[in-house]
Protein backbone atom coordinates (compact mmCIF):
# COMPACT_ATOMS: atom_id res chain seq x y z
CA UNK A 1 0.00 0.00 0.00
CA UNK A 2 1.19 3.25 -1.26
CA UNK A 3 0.96 6.46 1.52
CA UNK A 4 0.72 9.82 0.08
CA UNK A 5 1.11 13.25 1.48
CA UNK A 6 0.59 16.16 0.17
CA UNK A 7 1.84 19.86 0.86
CA UNK A 8 2.84 23.04 -0.48
CA UNK A 9 -0.90 24.40 -0.22
CA UNK A 10 -1.70 27.96 1.12
CA UNK A 11 -3.38 31.36 0.65
CA UNK A 12 -2.25 32.97 -2.46
CA UNK A 13 -3.18 36.39 -4.53
CA UNK A 14 -5.28 36.37 -7.73
CA UNK A 15 -2.57 35.86 -9.88
CA UNK A 16 -0.28 34.36 -7.97
CA UNK A 17 1.58 30.99 -7.81
CA UNK A 18 2.10 27.72 -5.61
CA UNK A 19 3.39 24.35 -6.13
CA UNK A 20 1.83 21.48 -4.15
CA UNK A 21 3.84 18.43 -3.76
CA UNK A 22 2.77 14.42 -3.29
CA UNK A 23 5.55 12.50 -1.44
CA UNK A 24 4.98 8.67 -2.10
CA UNK A 25 6.29 6.03 0.68
CA UNK A 26 7.44 4.03 -2.04
CA UNK A 27 10.45 3.33 -3.68
CA UNK A 28 8.75 1.91 -6.44
CA UNK A 29 6.46 5.64 -7.13
CA UNK A 30 7.74 5.46 -10.97
CA UNK A 31 5.31 2.41 -11.06
CA UNK A 32 2.37 4.60 -10.77
CA UNK A 33 0.26 7.01 -12.75
CA UNK A 34 -0.24 10.05 -10.83
CA UNK A 35 -3.71 12.17 -10.87
CA UNK A 36 -4.45 15.37 -9.53
CA UNK A 37 -8.16 16.59 -8.28
CA UNK A 38 -9.21 19.60 -6.43
CA UNK A 39 -12.78 19.53 -4.55
CA UNK A 40 -14.45 23.16 -4.08
CA UNK A 41 -16.47 23.92 -1.39
CA UNK A 42 -19.92 22.71 -2.08
CA UNK A 43 -18.72 20.87 -5.37
CA UNK A 44 -17.82 17.36 -6.16
CA UNK A 45 -14.18 16.48 -7.07
CA UNK A 46 -12.75 17.43 -10.17
CA UNK A 47 -9.67 16.24 -12.37
CA UNK A 48 -7.54 18.24 -12.88
CA UNK A 49 -4.07 16.35 -14.28
CA UNK A 50 -2.52 13.49 -14.91
CA UNK A 51 0.91 12.45 -15.27
CA UNK A 52 1.37 8.57 -16.65
CA UNK A 53 4.73 6.04 -15.89
CA UNK A 54 5.67 7.09 -19.22
CA UNK A 55 5.50 10.75 -18.68
CA UNK A 56 2.45 11.90 -20.82
CA UNK A 57 0.24 14.57 -19.36
CA UNK A 58 -3.37 15.46 -19.62
CA UNK A 59 -4.82 18.42 -18.42
CA UNK A 60 -8.48 20.13 -17.36
CA UNK A 61 -9.36 22.54 -19.86
CA UNK A 62 -9.75 25.11 -16.91
CA UNK A 63 -5.80 24.52 -16.21
CA UNK A 64 -4.78 23.67 -19.51
CA UNK A 65 -1.96 26.85 -19.85
CA UNK A 66 -1.46 27.58 -16.12
CA UNK A 67 -0.99 24.04 -14.39
CA UNK A 68 2.13 21.77 -14.79
CA UNK A 69 2.10 18.14 -13.47
CA UNK A 70 5.66 16.77 -12.96
CA UNK A 71 7.59 14.10 -10.77
CA UNK A 72 10.90 13.27 -9.92
CA UNK A 73 11.34 10.09 -9.60
CA UNK A 74 14.73 10.23 -6.93
CA UNK A 75 12.39 11.90 -4.62
CA UNK A 76 9.45 9.66 -5.28
CA UNK A 77 7.39 12.85 -5.34
CA UNK A 78 4.52 14.88 -7.68
CA UNK A 79 4.17 18.19 -8.49
CA UNK A 80 1.61 20.39 -9.57
CA UNK A 81 2.67 23.83 -10.67
CA UNK A 82 0.27 26.25 -10.41
CA UNK A 83 0.75 29.68 -12.29
CA UNK A 84 -1.70 32.43 -12.60
CA UNK A 85 -4.10 31.44 -10.19
CA UNK A 86 -7.65 32.47 -9.47
CA UNK A 87 -9.93 32.38 -7.13
CA UNK A 88 -11.94 29.87 -8.97
CA UNK A 89 -8.94 27.58 -7.85
CA UNK A 90 -9.63 27.96 -4.75
CA UNK A 91 -10.29 24.24 -3.23
CA UNK A 92 -8.54 21.02 -1.09
CA UNK A 93 -6.64 19.50 -3.74
CA UNK A 94 -5.76 15.53 -3.49
CA UNK A 95 -3.39 13.46 -5.42
CA UNK A 96 -3.82 9.88 -6.16
CA UNK A 97 -1.69 6.78 -7.71
CA UNK A 98 -3.05 4.10 -9.89
CA UNK A 99 -1.06 1.11 -10.82
CA UNK A 100 -1.69 -1.30 -13.51
CA UNK A 101 -4.43 -1.31 -16.76
CA UNK A 102 -6.94 0.96 -17.11
CA UNK A 103 -10.72 0.79 -17.36
CA UNK A 104 -12.09 3.58 -17.99
CA UNK A 105 -9.38 7.45 -17.87
CA UNK A 106 -6.80 8.62 -16.00
CA UNK A 107 -8.95 11.76 -15.80
CA UNK A 108 -11.30 9.25 -13.74
CA UNK A 109 -10.85 9.06 -9.80
CA UNK A 110 -12.80 6.50 -10.02
CA UNK A 111 -9.37 4.87 -11.58
CA UNK A 112 -7.53 5.40 -8.35
CA UNK A 113 -6.37 3.03 -5.87
CA UNK A 114 -4.26 5.57 -3.27
CA UNK A 115 -5.45 8.97 -2.12
CA UNK A 116 -3.33 11.86 0.24
CA UNK A 117 -5.26 13.55 2.66
CA UNK A 118 -4.89 16.73 0.67
CA UNK A 119 -3.79 20.58 0.76
CA UNK A 120 -5.60 23.78 0.74
CA UNK A 121 -5.53 26.38 -1.98
CA UNK A 122 -7.00 29.57 -1.70
CA UNK A 123 -6.87 32.25 -3.78
CA UNK A 124 -7.89 35.70 -2.79
CA UNK A 125 -9.27 38.09 -5.46
Known amino acids: QVQLVESGGGLVQAGGSLRVSCAASVRTFSDYAVGWFRQAPGKGRAFVAY???????NYADSVKGRFTISRDSTKNTAYLQMNSLQPEDTAAYYC???????????????????WGQGTQVTVSS
Open 96 to 114: AAHRGHWRLSPASQDEYEE
Open 51 to 57: ILTGGRT
